[in-house]
């Protein structure tokens, strides 16, 4: 069996290069840039000021000695010429400074009489003013590649005056559920029959890092009609297979079989991880493939911990793990075997305010109320001893990337 940090490097290994792509900033949100940011402009363009209220020379502002009103400058309509000596100019918010005057006085703090505008005291060069390039400068690398864009980052794009972004390519993923005793949901249950729900939760978790996400449906455990379905798949051209159920020693467990008779090469199969033993990864030419385990819980945990940081890296993203964060635990830990466990809990705030894990004591794979209603996996170390309640565990928060 094959440590999960391990398998993680193996899959990492196999990754292929997937590319770049142009796209509209409306239509980057949370892509990954594939090339640094650079500014195309410096931000603001031109000194300008951060307030509404009067531009000043501010070595000629003393209580008692009023300046002359010259003009007005506008966000979007300058003041045109040069502010004399002796003189101010109305200023809004945003506006460009105008030659000769280097400090802004909020009008809260002047006194107009007509065009004569008086102030109380002499202010610091440079007050109230933005200066050209302030915020960024041309030619600065604004971001690094590999970051997930965020909408402040859009908004950062889009003042570099970027109209479009160069974002990494998504892979083209299919998911395939097979078993015999599996029926779509909505379908009356017959004897021995069960919902194939796998599809349903894979879906959803791997859709933010792929271009799309093709359901293919349920396969009976038939050699010949798995067979098909995973041909028709690699036809497709697909980046990503994923498969759930069959993955295990049964019998009828045939798709790492059929899929070596297609030509994968299997690369690992069985992790020291539970749940999810039974995972399985192979390529064939540059299509990843995945056999999950059938058990629900296997499979979203297993796509949870090795399939979301291989899209993540394949994806480019810097950072492709979770945040690994340190939580006291409301209870103590049993001891653990040599598998990795990946416990089921729920994360909450103690009195005080601060954060803490509670975990789920249930262990069956199959038993997936206990993971809809677990929002972390308490990561447990291969042999542990066990824990004491309060000591800081490793916590995946299920919502991370
Ligand atoms: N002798 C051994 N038996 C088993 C081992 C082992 O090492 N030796 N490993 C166990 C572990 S751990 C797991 S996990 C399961 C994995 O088995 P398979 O991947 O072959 O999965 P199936 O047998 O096809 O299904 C298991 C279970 O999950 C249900 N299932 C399957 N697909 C779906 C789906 N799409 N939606 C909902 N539920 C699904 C299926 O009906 C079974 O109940 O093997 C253990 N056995
Ligand atoms: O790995 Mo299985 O997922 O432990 O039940």
Redo the contacts with the bound molecule.
């Keep these: 069996m094959m440590p999960v940090d391990e398998a993680i490097e193996r899959v990492f290994r196999k990754l292929p290069k997937l590319g770049s792509e142009a796209v509209p900033l409306a239509r980057a949100h949370r892509r990954v840039l594939a090339q640094p940011l650079v500014a195309r402009h410096s931000q603001p363009p031109f000194d300008a000021s951060a307030m509404d209220g009067y531009a000043v020379r501010a070595a000629e502002v003393l209580p008692g000695r009023p300046l002359k009103l010259a003009g007005t400058s506008q966000a979007g309509a300058r003041f045109v010429g040069m502010m004399e000596h002796g003189q101010c100019v109305r200023i809004f918010t945003g506006a460009p400074l105008p030659i000769g005057a280097d400090a802004v006085i909020m009008q809260e703090e002047a006194t107009a009489k007509g065009n004569q505008i008086s102030f109380e005291k002499t202010p610091p060069v440079g007050q109230s003013v933005r200066k050209q390039g302030f915020d960024f400068k041309r030619g600065a690398e604004l971001l690094p590649a590999g970051v997930a864009l965020t909408p402040a980052m859009l908004n950062l794009a889009a003042s570099a005056n970027h109209p479009t972004l160069t974002v990494t390519r998504r892979p083209r993923i299919a998911v395939l559920?097979?078993?015999d005793?599996?029926v779509a949901p909505g379908t009356t249950l017959g004897p021995d029959q069960?919902?194939?729900?796998?599809?349903?939760g894979l879906i959803p978790l791997l859709a933010p890092w792929a271009e799309q996400v093709n359901d293919l449906g349920?396969v009976a455990?038939d050699k010949d009609k798995l067979e098909a379905a995973l041909l028709g798949a690699f036809d497709q051209g697909v980046d990503m297979l994923v498969t759930?159920?069959?993955?295990?020693?049964?019998e009828?467990?045939y798709?790492q079989e059929v899929l070596r008779d297609l030509g994968v090469e299997v690369d690992f199969w069985?992790l020291r991880m539970?749940?999810?033993?039974?995972l399985m990864f192979g390529t064939r030419g540059k299509t990843l493939v995945f056999?999950?385990?059938?058990?629900?819980?296997?499979?979203l945990v297993t796509a949870t911990v090795i399939l979301k940081p291989a899209l993540r890296a394949l994806t480019g993203h810097i950072d492709p793990f979770w945040p690994r964060i340190g939580v006291p635990t409301l209870l103590g830990l049993p001891p653990n075997g040599p598998r990795r466990h990946f416990m089921r809990a729920t994360l909450s705030r103690n009195d005080i305010g601060f954060l803490q894990v509670e975990p789920i004591f249930e262990t069956d794979?199959?038993h997936?109320t206990s993971l809809a209603l677990a929002d972390a996996l308490i990561v447990v170390p291969e042999d542990s001893p066990g824990v004491p309640p309060g000591e800081i565990v490793d916590v995946i928060p299920l919502s991370w990337g």
């Design positions: 559920a097979t078993g005793e599996l069960i919902i194939a729900s796998n599809s349903y349920i455990d759930t159920g069959g993955a295990s020693v049964g009828r467990d798709v069985k539970r749940p999810g033993k039974p056999g999950l385990p059938g058990n629900p819980v296997s499979a794979s199959s997936s």
